[in-house]
């Protein structure tokens, strides 16, 4: 995790639209207001998605920021950056939401030991599964250098936000403001109206969370192993080759799939659990087209029916080690490649696009 540095980013940075001079004040029009906002909403969503571990959820607070902010508009004094006054808009109406409201886990996250994948994989919709951010919505297209983002990759990794999840909702706030954000203690404690030895003590304890999460960087893009093993991870796939995608697989390798609280370590696990239960009929029966979420590459994977049309069927985000493919994560509902910008069905010329 690392801290936001650049001058677009700063929290006591002035926001202004091009050409326009000066912070919002009472007399300013909804469309200014729009315009001087507009470049944070990518800001700000990916700190909604970081509070709630929800998309849906995320989009719903951004919209409630900015209603909020609107109608408290002529009450910006001009004390503190319009950005910090903004993201102090979104943090407490994300506090607000998660009242009394459950952590959103991945099956790794609920404490069971690997599941035997001999047995059939059974629902558990009860639970409210941490979801995927898709790129598409934090960045305009994938950023060829994260450090230069206003949201860096490690910071909506799906390790890091599925670790925030285990943290209080206030604790959540404070650790983000504080290490995302890099707000002083006094500011995040004249934010979430708190002492500034309460911000600290909740931070320490925060910190001391995630200090046991071990997330290992994964292999970069610009590695020229990177586009080669997704290569060989998709053509597997599309050929029902089970022995080809476990020989991808690292040594430890871990499968997940909410809402299935089921998860599997290993090659062999992984390769047991495809084999049997995957709906696959052979090679052609599944497609894959490419897109990406929490800075990973990921996959919409498409199943063919009865009637010989590939619909959506699950979408895979794939943690690629020097090893191996380590981890994939996936994700099931047509709802999650319209927000990938993915189609809900395959035509026959459409196939998997370049790996990213």
């Given at each position: 995790m690392t801290t936001t540095t650049s001058q677009e980013s700063s929290p006591t940075a002035p926001l202004t639209a091009p050409g326009a001079a000066g912070a919002v004040g009472a007399d300013v029009s909804e469309e200014e207001f729009t315009a001087r906002l507009a470049p944070l909403r990518r800001e700000i969503l990916a700190h909604c998605y970081r509070m709630t571990g929800s998309v849906h959820d995320a989009e719903d607070m951004l919209q409630e920021t900015y209603l909020r902010a609107w109608r408290a508009m002529r009450g910006f004094e001009n004390r503190s950056s319009l950005r910090t006054w903004m993201f102090r808009i979104a943090t407490n109406t994300c506090l607000t939401h998660l009242e009394g409201r459950k952590r959103r886990p991945l099956p790794t996250g609920i404490g069971a030991p690997p599941a035997d994948p001999r047995d059939q994989p059974r629902e558990d919709t009860s639970v409210p599964w941490l979801e995927p951010l898709p790129d598409r919505l934090v960045w305009s297209s994938a950023p060829v250098d994260p450090a230069e983002s206003a949201v860096g990759r490690e910071t909506v990794r799906l390790a890091f936000v599925a670790a925030l999840q285990h943290l209080t909702a206030q604790q959540r706030a404070v650790l983000l403001l504080r290490d995302v954000l890099a707000w002083s203690a006094a500011e995040v404690a004249d934010a979430l109206d708190l002492s500034v030895a309460a911000v600290n003590s909740t931070l320490q304890r925060a910190r001391a969370h995630m200090a046991n999460v071990h997330d290992v960087p994964p292999l970069e893009p610009t590695d020229p192993r990177h586009r080669d093993l997704l290569a060989r991870y998709v053509a597997a796939f599309e050929a029902y080759d089970v022995a080809a995608i476990v020989e991808l697989l690292a040594a430890d390798v871990v499968w997940e799939m909410p809402p299935f609280p089921g998860w599997y370590q290993g090659p062999a696990a992984v390769g047991h659990l495809i084999t049997t239960w995957c709906p696959a009929t052979g090679p052609g029966s599944?497609?894959?087209?490419?897109?990406?979420?929490?800075g990973l590459p990921a996959y919409g994977l498409y199943m063919r029916g009865d009637d010989g049309v590939h619909r959506a069927f699950q979408l895979q985000?794939?943690?690629?080690?020097?090893?191996?493919?380590?981890?994939?994560?996936?994700?099931?509902?047509?709802e999650l490649f319209a927000r990938c910008g993915l189609p809900a069905e395959l035509g026959p010329d459409e196939g998997v696009a370049p790996a990213v």
């Amino acid at each position: 995790m690392t801290t936001t540095t650049s001058q677009e980013s700063s929290p006591t940075a002035p926001l202004t639209a091009p050409g326009a001079a000066g912070a919002v004040g009472a007399d300013v029009s909804e469309e200014e207001f729009t315009a001087r906002l507009a470049p944070l909403r990518r800001e700000i969503l990916a700190h909604c998605y970081r509070m709630t571990g929800s998309v849906h959820d995320a989009e719903d607070m951004l919209q409630e920021t900015y209603l909020r902010a609107w109608r408290a508009m002529r009450g910006f004094e001009n004390r503190s950056s319009l950005r910090t006054w903004m993201f102090r808009i979104a943090t407490n109406t994300c506090l607000t939401h998660l009242e009394g409201r459950k952590r959103r886990p991945l099956p790794t996250g609920i404490g069971a030991p690997p599941a035997d994948p001999r047995d059939q994989p059974r629902e558990d919709t009860s639970v409210p599964w941490l979801e995927p951010l898709p790129d598409r919505l934090v960045w305009s297209s994938a950023p060829v250098d994260p450090a230069e983002s206003a949201v860096g990759r490690e910071t909506v990794r799906l390790a890091f936000v599925a670790a925030l999840q285990h943290l209080t909702a206030q604790q959540r706030a404070v650790l983000l403001l504080r290490d995302v954000l890099a707000w002083s203690a006094a500011e995040v404690a004249d934010a979430l109206d708190l002492s500034v030895a309460a911000v600290n003590s909740t931070l320490q304890r925060a910190r001391a969370h995630m200090a046991n999460v071990h997330d290992v960087p994964p292999l970069e893009p610009t590695d020229p192993r990177h586009r080669d093993l997704l290569a060989r991870y998709v053509a597997a796939f599309e050929a029902y080759d089970v022995a080809a995608i476990v020989e991808l697989l690292a040594a430890d390798v871990v499968w997940e799939m909410p809402p299935f609280p089921g998860w599997y370590q290993g090659p062999a696990a992984v390769g047991h659990l495809i084999t049997t239960w995957c709906p696959a009929t052979g090679p052609g029966s599944m497609r894959m087209l490419a897109t990406a979420a929490n800075g990973l590459p990921a996959y919409g994977l498409y199943m063919r029916g009865d009637d010989g049309v590939h619909r959506a069927f699950q979408l895979q985000q794939v943690t690629l080690g020097a090893d191996g493919v380590r981890h994939v994560t996936v994700w099931f509902g047509a709802e999650l490649f319209a927000r990938c910008g993915l189609p809900a069905e395959l035509g026959p010329d459409e196939g998997v696009a370049p790996a990213v």
